[in-house]
């Protein structure tokens, strides 16, 4: 893996293959994290590996729905950390806002592993963007002291000054019952995920369908640009469809490798 | 998971994942195979998680291609032993031929450790089959004494009495490469793989595009089967496009969750 040059035409997947597989010998993931993972790379397969318009209007609406928050968090889950923290740590920074660890299967040892290495990810985000805030980010997720309400087991932990409180919330690869349980709060929750027909994907207030590494860059591109706003009629249902059509048409043409 | 009951609609689904996990912490598999299983899945996902129409005409096309042959041979990776070991031994006795374990990221561990757990499930097997000659299965994989020509690393290493003079293979879950080298010496290259699109799917004999467990349980009934006989006119082509379509299908619908 380690020989893979950038110029391979599937570079940025077999990296990002390469870094869950050494995020799970560090013990940041759950033992589905990969399978999870496998399921989202097919799906991406699906959408061309690139980011489509639909994905990309979402894209926008959720940076123009987290700037327009009073207290929006962003959500991160051992995927993310291990994938695009850098870059979600960045997001955070432009928003003045935390980050909260909220993992599905949660042990000390996990969290441990996970905040070591978003804290090592602040040192390499602080160089990529030197002119954003990101020593001031918040990163919670070791000490919850409080319930997301309506769910069970130890997924429902959360923090009173994150995710409990916040009014919108960036959520990566989202579990569908804690999807439902944040909407039913009333919060504006957006989520990132590649299947167009998930739980999560209909529940979701915003759904962006792309790659994590993917369309969190360009979500920090809008967050930096000074002219962005929320769509008045957002219509995520017509959005998911837009998705599956991309999909189709691709897998109908039937000609990837 | 343990809770999950066998009433659950995902509940197959949910055991194969499990067996996975486990093996992965019993050292069966390389890092990216549960990845590589996470892509099935959402294939799977696209067929219905069922075995379609195409799917069964290449599991027959594929029993009696390998009970016409003079010499089969199973060829077994590390997730085919974790999910499909006993049902793989069962066909294998059915044919009265060896399997052989030939795995492309090869550690002397992971070898020992996938010798092990399939000579545990030779036990689950026979008392599922009293009537077939399990316990006379030869387990090849230990000790390559050839390699497949034109491919180069480790995963050219095969038995001379196994896979190198095999004039029919199954072949779960191939590489590309290994799939094309096998078929450019002249072999009856039958793959089982869940992307219709893939390189390995496009160039073998016969391409079984269904989940691996359920496809190995029917294989071993048309094994089985007295009247059996390869078609005349077998068109893989035609087979992996009438795949795609019911995938196409499915996705059109978008109504699963």
């Given at each position: 893996?380690?020989?893979?040059?950038?110029?391979?035409?599937?570079?940025?997947?077999?990296?990002?293959?390469?870094?869950?597989?050494?995020?799970?010998?560090?013990?940041?993931?759950?033992?589905?994290?990969?399978i999870a993972h496998g399921r989202g790379e097919a799906f991406d397969y699906l959408l061309g590996e690139r980011t489509s318009a639909p994905g990309r209007a979402a894209i926008r609406e959720t940076a123009a729905r987290l700037r327009a928050a009073s207290r929006p968090v962003l959500s991160l889950n051992g995927n993310a950390v291990a994938l695009a923290g850098a870059d979600l740590l960045a997001c955070a920074a432009a928003l003045n806002c935390p980050v909260e660890i909220n993992i599905y299967y949660r042990t000390p040892e996990r969290m441990d592993a996970l905040l070591a290495a978003l804290e090592e990810m602040r040192a390499e985000a602080m160089a990529a963007h030197p002119d954003l805030p990101i020593a001031a980010v918040e990163i919670l997720g070791a000490a919850p002291d409080a319930r997301i309400p309506g769910l069970d087991g130890?997924?429902?932990?959360?923090?009173?000054?994150?995710?409990?409180?916040?009014?919108?919330?960036?959520?990566?690869?989202?579990?569908?019952?804690?999807?439902?349980?944040?909407?039913?709060?009333?919060?504006?929750?957006?989520?990132?995920?590649?299947?167009?027909?998930?739980?999560?994907?209909?529940?979701?207030?915003?759904?962006?369908?792309?790659?994590?590494t993917r369309c969190v860059r360009l979500l920090l591109e809008d967050l930096l640009s000074p002219d962005l706003v929320a769509s008045e009629n957002w219509r995520n249902e017509q959005n998911l469809e837009d998705s599956l059509q991309v999909m189709l048409r691709n897998l109908g043409s039937g000609s990837q490798d």
């Amino acid at each position: 893996m380690g020989d893979v040059p950038p110029s391979h035409p599937r570079y940025a997947s077999l990296m990002s293959r390469k870094r869950l597989t050494e995020a799970a010998s560090r013990g940041m993931l759950a033992g589905s994290a990969l399978i999870a993972h496998g399921r989202g790379e097919a799906f991406d397969y699906l959408l061309g590996e690139r980011t489509s318009a639909p994905g990309r209007a979402a894209i926008r609406e959720t940076a123009a729905r987290l700037r327009a928050a009073s207290r929006p968090v962003l959500s991160l889950n051992g995927n993310a950390v291990a994938l695009a923290g850098a870059d979600l740590l960045a997001c955070a920074a432009a928003l003045n806002c935390p980050v909260e660890i909220n993992i599905y299967y949660r042990t000390p040892e996990r969290m441990d592993a996970l905040l070591a290495a978003l804290e090592e990810m602040r040192a390499e985000a602080m160089a990529a963007h030197p002119d954003l805030p990101i020593a001031a980010v918040e990163i919670l997720g070791a000490a919850p002291d409080a319930r997301i309400p309506g769910l069970d087991g130890p997924r429902a932990n959360c923090h009173a000054e994150g995710i409990l409180s916040a009014d919108a919330l960036l959520v990566p690869l989202e579990d569908g019952d804690r999807c439902e349980a944040l909407v039913g709060l009333g919060k504006t929750v957006c989520v990132i995920d590649l299947n167009p027909m998930s739980r999560t994907a209909k529940t979701a207030c915003v759904t962006i369908v792309d790659e994590l590494t993917r369309c969190v860059r360009l979500l920090l591109e809008d967050l930096l640009s000074p002219d962005l706003v929320a769509s008045e009629n957002w219509r995520n249902e017509q959005n998911l469809e837009d998705s599956l059509q991309v999909m189709l048409r691709n897998l109908g043409s039937g000609s990837q490798d």
